[in-house]
C-alpha cells in the first residue's frame, strides 16, 4: 500500500488520536530538542542511586550505598560503586586544656594518655617563662610521672629573621642524646608579648611494640639586642618499647609565667 504524505498544516487540531498512531513510531535523538526532557520525565529509581554507563556503554544504576560509605572508582570498564573508606583517621578530638600561670610544669597524665588513641597532638600557644631567655622542654614517663628516664634523642634547627639579620643553624647544644628531655625552644622571651606557639604531633606513645616519635615546630620572639623572630624544628623518639602514659612541659629553670596547652587525639 502506497504511503500517501499529508501536510501538518491540512490536519485540524484534535483531529488525530493516540489510536490513530503506530505504536512503533521511533523519536530519534535529532527530533529532541536540547535540554527538552525534564526530571519529571525520567523513569523513577531508587533513592539514592546514581546514573553511570556500564562496560557495554548503556546507562545504569550505581546501588545506595550505607552511610558514611563513599563513592570509589573500579577503574576503567567498570562502573564506580559506593564502599566503606579507607582505613585511616576519621575524626580528631580534644582531650583537655590547661592553663599555665606561674606553674612548675604542666602535665598531662595517664587518663589522658591512653591507648585510645595511637596519635597525640598537644598544641600551645603564648608560653612566656618567668625568667628571660629560657628553654621550653617536654619528658615522658612510662609510670605516670614517677620517673622520667633517660630515653629522648632527637635534633633542634633553628631559623631566625630580623631587621639587622637572618639566618638558620642546626643546634647540637639543644639536641637530646639518651636525655630525659626533648627541648622545644630556646631563647624565650618574658615579656608578656613575645610568647611562644606550636606543636608537637607524637606517634604510638601507648603501643609496647613500636618506638615513640615525635615532631614538632614553634616560633618566639627572642630577647636579643635586636627584635628577632625565631622558628624552631624539632624531631625524635623515646628510645624505649615501654608504653608512654605521662607528658610534662616545663622550663629548664623557673616557671612557666602564662601560656594554654591543649592535647588531642587522632581516632
Request: zero cysteines.
Amino acid at each position: 500500500m502506497a504511503t500517501t504524505k499529508i501536510r501538518s498544516s491540512s490536519i485540524e487540531d484534535g483531529q488525530v488520536s493516540n489510536a490513530d498512531l503506530s505504536a512503533t513510531i521511533a523519536v530519534t535523538g535529532g527530533q529532541i530538542a536540547d535540554d527538552a526532557v525534564t526530571l519529571a520525565k525520567m523513569a523513577g529509581g531508587t533513592d539514592g542511586n546514581l546514573i553511570t554507563y556500564d562496560a557495554s556503554g548503556d546507562p545504569a544504576y550505581v546501588a545506595t550505598g550505607s552511610a558514611t560509605n563513599v563513592l570509589t572508582s573500579n577503574g576503567a570498564g567498570a562502573a564506580p560503586t559506593f564502599q566503606a573508606a579507607a582505613a585511616g583517621f576519621t575524626d580528631i578530638q580534644k582531650i583537655q586544656e590547661v592553663v599555665a600561670s606561674g606553674d612548675t610544669n604542666i602535665n598531662f597524665d595517664n587518663t589522658k594518655i591512653t591507648s585510645t588513641y595511637s596519635t597525640y597532638e598537644i598544641r600551645y600557644f603564648n608560653v612566656v617563662p618567668s625568667v628571660d631567655d629560657e628553654k621550653l622542654q617536654m619528658h615522658f614517663s612510662d609510670d605516670n610521672g614517677s620517673n622520667f628516664d633517660s630515653n629522648h634523642t632527637g635534633g633542634f634547627f633553628s631559623t631566625w629573621t630580623g631587621s639587622a639579620s637572618a639566618g638558620s643553624t642546626y643546634e647540637t647544644a639543644n639536641d637530646s642524646v639518651s636525655d630525659s628531655f626533648q627541648k622545644l625552644a630556646a631563647g624565650l622571651s618574658f615579656d608578656a608579648g613575645d610568647g611562644a606557639g606550636g606543636i608537637v604531633t607524637i606517634q604510638n606513645p601507648s603501643s609496647a611494640s613500636f618506638i615513640t616519635t615525635y615532631q614538632g615546630a614553634e616560633s618566639h620572639i627572642a630577647p636579643d639586642a635586636t627584635t628577632r623572630n625565631y622558628t624552631t624544628y624539632i624531631g625524635g623518639m623515646w628510645d624505649s618499647l615501654a608504653a608512654v602514659n605521662y607528658i610534662r612541659f616545663d622550663m629548664t629553670s623557673g616557671n612557666i609565667a602564662t601560656g594554654t596547652f591543649q592535647l588531642w587525639g587522632y581516632v
